[in-house]
């Protein structure tokens, strides 16, 4: 999980395959960008990053790694997460200047494993 920041950088690395050229039979990830060995990059333009944080003028962007069964859910029976969404006007609001928005979700989340979550912090210097 990194900032599309780094997608210059992740294109020369050695033996990178971009997720159009998968095989047919290999699921892709939301917001999977490519691979590189067995490690699949997700990207996001929201992604961790920290300008100008190297000392050399250079951004720092964390890449966060999680390997398989590194965290657990617990799954809650008969609880699934609900958007709630009023578009502008709903309601009491004849001008038309509030809209709302929220999330409700019962469940609950465990580290399994600290080995095997990880943060490569990297830097693109000129």
């Known amino acids: 999980m990194a900032n599309t920041g780094i997608v210059p950088t992740l294109e020369n690395v050695q033996g990178f395959i971009h997720e159009a050229n998968y095989p047919s039979n290999m699921s892709v990830l939301f917001a999977e960008y490519g691979s590189v060995g067995n490690t699949r990059w997700t990207l996001s ?3 961790s990053v920290e300008p100008d944080a190297s000392g ?5 962007y ?12 617990v799954d809650l029976e ?8 009023q578009p502008l006007g709903w309601g ?4 038309h200047q509030r ?4 999330f409700k979700y019962a469940g609950a989340y465990r580290i399994l494993n600290d080995a095997w979550l990880n943060n490569l ?6």
């Not at 009491?92 to 001008?95: A, H, M, S, T, V």
């Open 92 to 95: 009491n609001d004849p001008l």
């Open 121 to 126: 912090r990297s830097t693109l210097v000129a």
């Open 56 to 60: 050399l003028g250079a951004d720092v």
């Open 45 to 47: 333009p929201l992604g």
């Open 99 to 102: 809209m709302s928005m929220g």
């Open 78 to 85: 008969g609880a699934f997460p609900q958007i709630f969404y």
């Open 62 to 73: 964390n890449c966060f790694g999680v390997a398989q069964q590194a965290y657990g859910i």
